[in-house]
């Protein structure tokens, strides 16, 4: 007997009898076309409360994707979308009357990839025209484009100038184009300032316009600064000479706000960097001063001081309410109060054109310190690395470490409010940190932007001043920084030391057994700590002195260092030691009108804190 062909014997099968449902889906199922980049171009969504009518327009919807060519992956079912509600059934509502009704929404997804788009919207129309009732279609094609952004906008940007130039060149010629809005309102817009002042009143003179208003009456001064591009293409378009002119402003709204000058159609405008600045920084009560704090913070307070315009405001305070987060006595805690202030005046400070006070002596700086503790975020402040450093605790340290539990006080946790207190009673637009400090900077900028969104526009946000100085390091561990908190004295050099006791101390500064001279931070960090503090005096980069010092010992550097140190400190340490021995009370005298004078002005910010708030 001759066996027949596998096709031949399904054949005689159907014929005779039905086949199984599963063998039939293995024939019956649509063809598909494979995808080769798998790109997706469209993905098609359909709905219904039929699982038949969905399965049958997605087979159908899958064949007609595969005679048009387009390569088709799914329907895969989509989780399924269950509304649930209830009705009564008759006027009087009572448990029993109660209908519950479930709609189930099933869902399925056909995506097309690799298709071209021309193709896909022929085969959507095609469904379109043939939708299966209780059947919905949701289609959201992908559209790829180049990355070269900046290419595109280049090709793009001579056809919007051309059709800008027919508006501009018209600009406040046609009565048509004339505006409901005010010029205040007009200026305030988004797309139109790009800053606004709040230092500047009004300076430097702006631009004369050739239109009045109305004749012979003012303009309102505005102190907002217009966009760059917006007042290049004013120019560039700028009405011809001899036409009349026909603004777009109403006169009415601006009747209110009338400046004391007769002189029509004057705007001036400012800029931030034109406001006068008020420059605020402070350094706790330590006794003298080390070269790590004159050459981080004093030297370039100085240096501000010398270089400020007219106009500048200079404050800078000893911060003794910042001291008592750790224990004091009380008589070393005054006596180095008025040994700082006599090493402020000493570095080259004047208290003529710079404001010299103790902190303590400004109960404002208190005040605002607990208005601006109801604003300050408890996360933001545990995140701080101010009390992780001072009870010597990880950076990755929390609130609920042990550690932190048994030692942290809230005035060491609270001190950067207490510092942001200090910049902003002063409204302070420059602040000169180092780089360690920053962080706190940030903190004060935060909180001032947080009460200005609160209260309205009531303190300038104060910006870095990054000293260019390196942190100074000690000379007996470099790898740390030069602090009076160090047990060993002969690890910092104060700038009251003679310089018997400057040669001393650089002569023992750690170095290592290398012969030569080289600057290495990683492997001969107190050779190049020493490198580093030449150049702060010589003034020269530590490349250059190594060039110079490359065939010198140690010991030959350290005797320059040491030469260079005393002889730059030796007037500082003259004019301290004459300021303490003074009899007459000059410091008193100094601290005094510092505190007059930080009082004023810190009293006129708490009176507009204070009014702002309600108290």
């Not at 596998?6 to 086949?19: I, P, T, Y």
């Not at 409901?180 to 004369?208: C, F």
């Not at 109305?214 to 309102?220: I, L």
Request: hydrophobic share 35%; charged share 25%; glycine share 6%.
């Amino acid at each position: 007997m001759q066996a027949k062909d596998w096709v031949q014997r399904l054949e005689g099968l159907s014929g005779k009898a039905r086949l199984p449902r599963s063998v039939q889906a293995v024939y019956l199922r649509p063809l598909r076309r494979k995808a080769e980049y798998g790109l997706p171009v469209c993905d098609l969504q359909l709905r219904s409360y039929s699982v038949r009518n969905v399965e049958f327009f997605s087979d159908f919807a899958i064949r007609a994707a595969y005679y048009l060519g387009l390569p088709v992956s799914g329907p895969v079912p989509l989780p399924r979308i269950v509304e649930r509600w209830t009705v009564p059934r008759s006027n009087f509502v009572h448990k029993k009357s109660q209908e519950n009704f479930e709609r189930i929404t099933l869902r399925r997804l056909i995506q097309v990839k690799d298709g071209n788009p021309q193709t896909v919207q022929a085969w959507l129309a095609f469904l379109r025209k043939y939708a299966f009732h209780g059947v919905g279609m949701k289609a959201n094609m992908w559209e790829y484009d180049s990355l070269d952004v900046v290419e595109n906008l280049d090709r793009a940007g001579p056809e919007t100038e051309k059709s800008l130039e027919g508006l501009l060149s018209q600009f406040g010629q046609r009565q048509d184009t004339k505006s409901d809005d005010s010029l205040v309102d007009l200026l305030n817009k988004d797309h139109l300032v790009t800053m606004k002042s709040p230092l500047a009143e009004s300076r430097d003179i702006g631009r004369v316009y050739s239109a009045a208003l109305k004749p012979h009456d003012n303009m309102y001064n505005i102190s907002f600064c217009l966009n760059k591009n917006l007042r290049l293409a004013a120019n560039r378009h700028r009405p011809c000479s001899g036409r009349p002119i026909r603004t777009s402003i109403k006169y009415e709204k601006l009747k209110s706000c009338r400046p004391s000058n007769r002189s029509f159609g004057i705007c001036t405008t400012s800029h931030a960097s034109d406001a006068p600045r008020t420059i605020f920084s402070g350094i706790q009560p330590t006794g003298v001063p080390h070269l790590g704090n004159y050459l981080g913070a004093l030297k370039e307070w100085v240096r501000l001081q010398d270089t400020a315009t007219e106009g500048t405001r200079l404050v800078f305070s000893i911060v003794d309410l910042h001291a008592l987060t750790v224990p004091q006595e009380r008589c070393q805690l005054r006596d180095w109060r008025k040994q700082m202030l006599a090493a402020l005046i000493a570095v080259g400070l004047d208290p003529s054109r710079s404001t010299l006070f103790y902190q303590s002596a400004v109960q404002s700086h208190a005040e605002l310190f607990w208005i601006l503790c109801t604003i300050a975020s408890m996360g933001y402040l545990s995140r701080m690395t101010q009390w992780k450093s001072k009870l010597q605790l990880p950076d990755e340290a929390t609130l609920e470490s042990q550690a932190a539990r048994s030692e942290l006080r809230l005035g060491l946790f609270s001190y950067p409010v207490l510092q942001a207190a200090d910049i902003l009673v002063h409204r302070a637009t420059h602040v000169p940190v180092g780089e360690d400090q920053r962080q706190h900077l940030e903190f004060s900028r935060n909180i001032a932007n947080s009460f200005n969104h609160r209260y309205g526009q009531v303190f300038p946000v104060p910006e870095a001043l990054i000293s260019p100085a390196r942190r100074v390091m000690s000379l007996k561990e470099p790898a740390l920084k030069m602090s009076k908190s160090h047990s060993d004295p002969r690890s910092r050099i104060l700038l009251t030391d003679s310089p018997e006791d400057i040669r001393k101390k650089i002569k023992v500064a750690l170095t290592d057994s290398e012969s030569g001279v080289t600057y290495d931070p990683t492997n001969r960090p107190g050779v190049s700590n020493l490198l580093e503090l030449l150049s702060h005096f010589d003034g020269r980069t530590c490349e250059e002195l190594v060039a110079e010092h490359q065939f010198s010992s140690l010991k030959a550097l350290k005797e320059t260092l040491a030469n260079q140190i005393s002889s730059k400190l030796a007037p500082i340490r003259e004019k301290y030691l004459q300021l303490i021995a003074d009899k007459g009370g000059y410091l008193d005298a100094v601290s005094e009108q510092g505190r007059h004078t930080a009082r004023t002005n810190a009293e006129q910010t708490m009176s507009h804190v204070r009014n702002v708030m309600g108290l």
